[in-house]
Nanobody, 115 residues
Framework: QVMLVESGGGLVQPGGSLRLSCAAS????????MGWYRQAPGKERELVAV???????NYADFVKGRFTISRGNARNMVSLQMNNLKPEDTAMYYC?????????WGKGTLVTVSS
């Protein structure tokens, strides 16, 4: 069984920063890819950023230059540093891990950007 647990969400003012973290536990030794997705109320879930086991990254256009994804020193950990947050970044953020064609999801952490 594989579990992904997110942490670090919360309320922040526009222009502020937050750091999300995710740790995966279970039977998979090292995820091939880990990433973050988000879903705002009334909208579909969308890709925010992903990073491969080798360190290659891919970002959605709307976060380029503001967010940075990184794999942790420990295996199966991923973080998302979010700077210059905007109200439109408000959403539930989900951690995702991929291995051998399977996708694993956390339960999400809420990020609210509001003054």
């Amino acid at each position: 069984q594989v579990m992904l647990v997110e942490s670090g969400g919360g309320l922040v003012q526009p222009g502020g920063s937050l750091r999300l973290s995710c740790a995966a536990s279970g039977t998979i030794y090292n995820m091939n890819v880990m990433g973050w997705y988000r879903q705002a109320p009334g909208k579909e879930r969308e890709l925010v950023a992903v990073v491969t086991r080798g360190g290659s990254t891919n970002y959605a256009d709307f976060v380029k230059g503001r967010f940075t994804i990184s794999r942790g020193n420990a295996r199966n950990m991923v973080s998302l540093q979010m700077n210059n947050l905007k109200p439109e970044d408000t959403a539930m953020y989900y951690c995702n891990g991929g291995y051998s064609g399977m996708a694993y999801w956390g339960k999400g952490t809420l990020v609210t950007v509001s003054s």
